[in-house]
């Protein structure tokens, strides 16, 4: 069956780093789309950022110029690299996937969180001020 597994997160104070990681099995993620969400607490789960499977990218406006999505097709994982993290970055991260080429990347993408067939358990990021 397919599983995601998330790795990478932690505590890391504003201005920090830390690339997230999110390991496939029973799956072949270079012929999917892929993307990343966030849910902080009280709020709902959102996109964050997503890459389709010829390598296309699209962000949340939020991040863009601070997080890095790709891939590792050969080691069938996901990565999100995030830059300049802030205390609003604080939130469970979940990487999530759909059998498609594409992603689905209209203007509330973002929010879409039905479109995705599967995802994993999430790992906690928290940013300290």
């Known amino acids: 069956q397919v599983q995601l597994v998330e790795s990478g997160g932690g505590s890391v104070q504003a201005g920090g780093s830390l690339r997230l990681s999110c390991a496939a099995s029973g799956y072949t993620i270079s012929s999917a789309c892929m993307a990343w969400f966030r849910q902080a607490p009280g709020k709902e789960r959102e996109g964050v950022a997503r890459i389709d499977s010829d390598g296309s990218t699209g962000y949340a406006e939020s991040v863009k110029g601070r997080f890095t999505i790709s891939q590792d097709n050969a080691k069938n994982t996901l990565y999100l690299r995030m830059n300049s993290l802030v205390p609003e970055d604080t939130a469970t991260y979940y990487c999530?996937?759909?059998?498609?080429?594409?992603?689905?990347?209209?203007?509330?993408?973002?929010?879409?969180?039905?479109?995705?067939?599967?995802w994993g358990q999430g790992t906690q990021v928290t940013v300290s001020s």
């Open positions: 999530a996937t759909r059998r498609a080429t594409y992603c689905f990347s209209g203007p509330l993408w973002y929010k879409d969180t039905s479109w995705y067939s599967y």
